[in-house]
């Protein structure tokens, strides 16, 4: 079927069941806001938008797609001679989905959802907003599973395995006795873990059901007395069994958490009502008391402890050698044969994939030449991709999961001649990216104090980048990682920066059909001087890979600026050099010489 077709028969549905307006997130029974599996994308489904973020609103006689900044280029073009209207999130005069839904639902009618991917908290919200209609949420049918039929994916069955202590610096029972101890302080009988990193990280083991994510569809219970984890059999090894086995780890069926949760009677129970899914949450019962706040797991996950830093660093060495080996490959076969964004990104893969304990990348590469670089999420694939030339940008974006570590970097690379107004911005963000990475603050500082440090540049000719400029990284998890970012407004709640944090610094540029610009490294949060003003906070850069030289306007740097730039070339030269040989070290060795005016 078409989209149209599909949004026709979802109408349809809707009326028989008596759903007056139909809510399509882009979450999976876990509530994961980004990467799901293929099983879980109704929303890319139900519209063609392809891209990992948004929603869909589904009237009588209106369909919306509603997706940030990222994306909007990406579903102009996806969207294309379909019946679904872009909604661009957080412009000027577009509503609020949720708030869109409910307006449009008549007096008396009714809003519907499939309960298992839409959060409790946000069920609530929904339903007393509704009532002042006399409205009423359905949130027992999957519409869009129903079109979909047998055509809808499976669900994934990856294997477990198991990420030794040597990587994580704790074993199962030191991670299950911090969280116990915070159970403890709050008066927690039970403890429920919804969100994906959550179990992988207390119980030490990572999965293959997400591409590019090492995570495991899995649920988790914790009490005083009991490790209760919820996971389909298959999914589990021999040498995963032996681990759950010495640590006392209980397993149960994937689909037995409500059950268990049922027979919970007059307890105090810990749960996220932001990660839990409005089924599981209709499976607790009303003489329980509900402790609704974040789980500890998501700090204690932010946070890294000092062997997950070294073994970072270490991944981040390996990553920069790739990185240098492709850099080099791509400036000195560019133009020389046919080489596009497809062949060019392959070729990174095969040089990450030759680092010791690589799994596999982090997240799809992005490789995006000229106008392709101004959609942020781009994917260029083997039907649909241009070809490079030596002239003007390629932006990558990429990054490896290795078993010691994750990686995110972004450089925008010459591939020849550039104009003025391409030096002039790669130059502008250049600065934005290094005021941010030599910021010195004081603890209590967040992602939305610092953000503007980054967008100045590009402010001061009235330019920006309808993103935010850092996220956090896991460790050996997803790549894009809470509660801390780096942002302006008040998107999400702002949370301090802490010591053993890591964040992306990634401003960029983006000019529709034109070009795009990015230039990314991954800051670890590290402690600097306490006084009497008290405790001072920097960051330390933990990213190693040239920028381009050829892309500067040295007018626009001031001393200060040209000496940051030096000084971090010179030790991306020192941390990689023994990691490559011949004329990949000689590459590297010009391509970090200083510049002077």
Not at 11 to 32: A, C, F, K, W
Not at 265 to 292: G, M, P, Q, Y
Request: proline share 4%.
């Amino acid at each position: 079927m078409t989209v149209n077709e599909r949004i026709q028969q979802l109408r349809l549905l809707m009326e028989q069941y008596g759903i007056d307006v139909y809510y399509v997130p882009n979450e999976d029974d876990h509530l994961s806001m980004e990467y799901t599996a293929d099983y879980f994308k109704c929303k890319s489904y139900l519209t063609g938008f392809s891209g990992e973020a948004g929603c869909a609103v589904i009237t009588k006689d209106f369909a919306g797609l509603w997706t940030d900044g990222r994306f909007f280029t990406q579903a102009e073009n996806e969207l294309a001679g379909t019946c679904v209207t872009l909604m661009r999130m957080f412009q000027e005069g577009v509503p609020n989905a949720l708030d869109f839904a409910v307006d449009a639902v008549p007096e008396g009618g009714v809003l519907g959802f499939d309960g298992s991917v839409v959060s409790a908290s946000q069920a609530k919200n929904l339903e007393n907003k509704l009532k002042a209609k006399n409205a009423s949420i359905r949130s027992d049918k999957d519409l869009p599973g129903m079109i979909w039929g047998n055509d809808r994916p499976e669900m994934p069955q990856g294997k477990l395995f198991v990420l030794a202590k040597k990587y994580t610096g704790e074993d199962v029972a030191e991670r299950v006795a911090r969280v116990r101890e915070v159970m403890k302080k709050n008066g927690a009988d039970v403890m429920v873990l919804t969100a994906l990193e959550d179990p992988c990280w207390l119980l030490n083991i990572r999965g293959n059901d997400i591409g590019c994510t090492p995570v495991a569809y899995a649920f988790a219970m914790i009490s005083s007395r009991s490790v209760r984890y919820y996971i389909d059999k298959e999914k589990l090894t021999p040498a995963v069994e032996k681990h759950f086995e010495k640590f006392g780890i209980t397993v149960r069926p994937y689909t037995g958490l409500s059950g268990d949760l049922k027979r919970l009677h007059n307890k105090k129970i810990w749960a996220d009502l932001r990660c839990l899914n409005t089924v599981l949450f209709a499976s607790i019962a009303e003489d329980n008391e509900i402790l609704n706040k974040p789980l500890p797991i998501e700090k204690f996950r932010a946070v890294k402890n000092s062997t997950e830093i070294r073994n970072i660093r270490n991944a981040h060495r390996k990553d920069g050698a790739a990185m240098v080996r492709f850099l080099r490959y791509v400036k000195e076969n560019v133009g020389k044969g046919d080489m596009t964004e497809v062949s060019a990104q392959n070729v990174l893969y095969g040089y990450r994939a030759e680092g010791a304990d690589y799994i596999e990348p982090s997240f799809p590469t992005i490789s995006a030449y000229q106008a392709n670089g101004a959609m942020m999420h781009y994917c260029a694939t083997e039907e649909s991709h241009a070809a490079l030339k030596p002239e003007g940008f390629l932006l990558v974006d990429s990054g490896g999961t290795y078993k010691d570590g994750t990686t995110d970097i972004t450089r925008t690379i010459a591939l020849g001649p550039l104009t003025d107004e391409e030096k002039r911005l790669y130059t502008l963000v250049l600065k934005g990216h290094m005021a941010l990475a030599h910021a010195h603050f004081l603890y209590g500082t967040t992602g939305n104090n610092l953000d503007i440090l980054a967008r100045q540049p590009l402010w001061a000719i009235d330019i920006d980048y309808q993103c935010g400029t850092g996220h956090g990284v896991g460790h050996v998890l997803g790549v894009h990682e809470g509660p801390h970012s780096i942002g302006w407004g008040m998107r999400r709640t702002p949370v301090a920066l802490e010591a053993g944090m890591i964040v992306t610094d990634e401003p960029g540029v983006y000019m529709p059909y034109k070009l795009g610009i990015r230039i990314e490294n991954e800051l670890l949060v590290t402690k600097g001087t306490k006084n009497f003003y008290g405790q001072f906070l920097h960051f330390e850069d933990i990213t190693y890979c040239p920028y381009e030289s050829e892309a500067l306007d040295l007018s626009l740097l001031s001393d200060e600026e040209l000496k940051w730039y030096n000084d971090y070339q010179a030790n991306v030269c020192e941390v990689l050099t023994p990691y490559l040989e011949g004329e990949d070290l000689e590459f590297l060795k010009k391509a970090t010489q200083a510049v002077t005016r």
